[in-house]
């Protein structure tokens, strides 16, 4: 009799934890991390607070319309050798729209060639895409070119 009565215990215990857990999980506030930020907090994380330059060096390549927002292909270069000790450090890749607005951070070490990333990322909505690209100096040059979204092609 006392293992009945354990048994009914265990599962009135265990059915009220599952009602109980998914509310509490369900309430809780999502938390804000890195990724909760707007395009210039998002900037002044990473640069700082110093300042950011637009330049001819920085080449982002997009297309300027876009029929699938879920692959848009991007490809950012810079024009290499910037000076014979300055290389580029880091690029990092911007939807300056989306709920996540960074889209790709990619560390690079000293190399004799050209400095180049390419990939696809995701926009909600028609939207500027940026490119940052920090140098080993500690200059941030930058690029951005607006994308149209459409659906299907329609515009």
Known sequence: MQRRSFLRGLGLITAASAVITPTMVMGAEAPAGPNALSIDDAI???????SVVASPKVHLKA?????????????VEID????????????HIFATKNSNVRCADVML??????????????LGSSQEVMALVETSTGE?????????????GCG
């Open 63 to 75: 297309p300027e319309i876009a029929e699938n927002g879920a692959v848009v292909p991007v490809t």
């Open 80 to 91: 290499s050798p910037m000076t014979d000790a300055d290389h580029v450090k880091a690029i």
């Open 44 to 50: 002044k994380a990473i640069t700082g607070g110093k």
């Open 140 to 152: 941030f040059l930058s690029a951005s070119q607006n994308v149209k979204v459409t659906i299907g």
């Open 109 to 122: 070490t000293p190399m004799n060639g050209k400095a180049m990333f390419s990939s696809r990322v995701k």
